[in-house]
């Protein structure tokens, strides 16, 4: 079973940064390609960012390119999404999600945290 643990939620005036983090079981890290999610009041849960297993190619959504930065370190078994600039826009809350390196779709989720931009 894979286990995914986020921290580092909170609330942070717009133009703050949050790094959030998330630890996944060691057992299973060494498999798994990783990404992050959000989901905002009332809206559909959306893809944000994801980094394959080598942790040499990542991917973002259109609206954080430039302000968010995916990154992994293997020997922590920990994955990082580094939140720069931020909106109000980006309110939400947060998910790690894993999937086996070449899966097609996420199919493990931790159970989120809380990013609060206010104005």
């Known amino acids: 079973q894979v286990q995914l643990v986020e921290s580092g939620g909170g609330l942070v005036q717009a133009g703050g940064s949050l790094r959030l983090s998330c630890t996944v079981s060691?057992?299973?890290?060494?498999?798994?390609?990783l990404g992050w999610f959000h989901q905002a009041p009332g809206k559909e849960r959306e893809f944000v960012a994801a980094i394959d297993l080598s942790g040499r190619n990542t991917h973002y959504a259109d609206s954080v390119k430039g302000r968010f930065t995916i990154s992994r370190d293997n020997a922590k078994s920990t994955v990082y999404l580094q939140m720069n600039s931020l909106k109000p826009e980006d309110t939400a809350v947060y998910y790690c999600?894993?999937?086996?390196?070449?899966?097609?779709?996420?199919?493990?989720w931790g159970q989120g945290t809380l990013v609060t931009v206010s104005e």
């Open positions: 999600a894993a999937k086996p390196n070449g899966a097609s779709t996420f199919q493990y």
């Open positions: 060691r057992r299973t890290y060494s498999y798994l390609a």
